[in-house]
């Protein structure tokens, strides 16, 4: 299982460390589509697609304004910082989401 997970992450990001001059970008897109397929497979994944699709969107936009706020000297400073951005507020949403619908759900339980 591990081998599996561990291939379909290394598709995708050919693209990522190479960047977008990698001549098989499109394997890397493809690669990328297959694992949000498998991924969409699982009922638990279809679940929890709004909190993550919110947090995703969420994430986005602080990677977008933590890449532009600075100019680096190196490329790779502000894609790490965009990085983190994205990770902790996406985290931070996803939290939020979680704790406000098992609110609604014990509310409307009761």
Known sequence: MLRRGLVLFLVPALAVRYGTGF?????AAAGGLFIVGAALWQEQVRRALLP??????AGLGAAY??????ADTYPESGLLR??????AVAALV?????RW????RRTSAA
């Open 65 to 70: 304004l933590a890449l532009h706020a600075v």
């Open 101 to 104: 619908t098992a609110t609604s």
């Open 52 to 57: 993550l699709a919110l947090g995703a969107t």
């Open 94 to 98: 996803c939290a939020f989401v979680d």
């Open 82 to 87: 965009a990085m983190v951005a994205f990770l």
């Open 23 to 27: 001549a098989h970008l499109h394997v």
